[in-house]
């Protein structure tokens, strides 16, 4: 990312126009599959998660969940998406191995690669919800959150894409790696966490421009703070609850998230009245 173009933008800040947070036990993933989309949200296709990961499956629905949570209609065919997972694809990589030593190759299906790689949420929340923006999954490992973040932020920051209005950050994980038997099947039962971020420019009074929630947030890359932080980042948990303390009017002002290089991105509260706009298609008739 180019620092100067990442400090301009910092200097007008980015806004969450909505968020959604989102826990499920492994167990009852598969009835995510088939479950209709929540009130005031688009409509997936039938059985589109059929083969999907299981952090294909919870961010699919936090997505879903942020949608419906918006105050008014986000334009998200010119939304681009960041997804970063925390070591997905491993029950469905355990199960494809053992089958392959069994069977060969024969035994392998094609839909691993596509339903199970790192770009498996990001490919599959744009295809779903018809979103024409850069699509991409990055992360991977335990620092996730902060990677996405910061790549989610150089997107709106660079102005690459001119025509893409916000960023969808969709970051999940597992509480616990799942424990598996020697044929890949699941021994325990963890929860995967899900958590999705509508990141906006912030709208000008007279630009008619992204419309934001009452209480929204500023995003901001800073240079490493010489000291401890103040408040470290603690998974997603601690950063959805952050985020509603934020909503919610509380004593939390602000929240750092170390970002690779020794960076931060910090959220901080920041109050703005939305801008009404008329609906979009599948919002009409939701209420």
């Known amino acids: 990312m180019n620092d100067s173009a990442c400090r301009s933008r910092s200097g007008l800040g980015f806004v969450i126009g909505s968020h959604a947070f989102l826990e499920v036990r492994l167990a009852d993933i598969g009835q995510l599959r088939d479950r209709a989309a929540p009130r005031g949200s688009p409509l997936l296709p039938p059985r589109f998660l059929r083969h999907a990961d299981e952090h294909?499956?919870?961010?699919?629905?936090?997505?879903?969940?942020?949608?419906?949570?918006?105050?008014?209609?986000?334009?998200?065919?010119?939304?681009?998406?960041?997804?970063?997972?925390?070591?997905?694809?491993?029950?469905?990589?355990?199960?494809?191995?053992?089958?392959?030593?069994?069977?060969?190759?024969?035994?392998?299906?094609?839909?691993?690669?596509?339903?199970?790689?790192?770009?498996?949420?990001?490919?599959?929340v744009s295809v779903a919800l018809g979103m024409h923006g850069p699509h991409l999954g990055v992360g991977g490992g335990p620092e996730a959150l902060g990677e996405g973040l910061l790549v989610a932020a150089a997107l709106l920051a660079s102005g690459g894409d001119p025509g893409c209005t916000g960023v969808w950050l969709v970051a999940t994980e597992w509480d616990e790696e799942p424990g598996l038997d020697a044929q890949g099947v699941p021994l325990t039962n963890p929860?995967?966490?899900?958590?999705?971020?509508?990141?906006?420019?912030?709208?000008?009074?007279?630009?008619?421009?992204?419309?934001?929630?009452?209480?929204?947030?500023?995003?901001?890359?800073?240079?490493?703070?010489?000291?401890?932080?103040?408040?470290?980042?603690?998974g997603l948990v601690a950063f959805a609850r952050a985020i509603g303390m934020c909503r919610e009017g509380g004593a939390l002002a602000s929240w750092a998230v170390a970002c690779p290089g020794g960076g931060e991105i910090r959220i901080s509260s920041r109050f703005q009245p939305a801008v009404s706009r008329p609906a979009e298609p599948w919002m009409r008739g939701a209420a």
């Open 56 to 124: 294909t499956v919870v961010g699919m629905q936090v997505v879903l969940t942020a949608l419906a949570a918006h105050p008014a209609a986000p334009r998200i065919a010119s939304h681009g998406i960041v997804a970063a997972p925390c070591q997905p694809g491993r029950i469905v990589g355990a199960k494809t191995l053992a089958e392959f030593g069994r069977g060969g190759g024969v035994t392998v299906s094609p839909h691993v690669v596509p339903q199970c790689s790192l770009h498996s949420v990001a490919g599959a």
């Open 191 to 234: 929860a995967c966490r899900g958590l999705a971020l509508l990141l906006e420019p912030v709208a000008k009074p007279d630009d008619g421009g992204s419309v934001v929630a009452p209480v929204s947030f500023d995003i901001r890359m800073t240079k490493p703070p010489h000291g401890p932080r103040l408040h470290p980042t603690g």
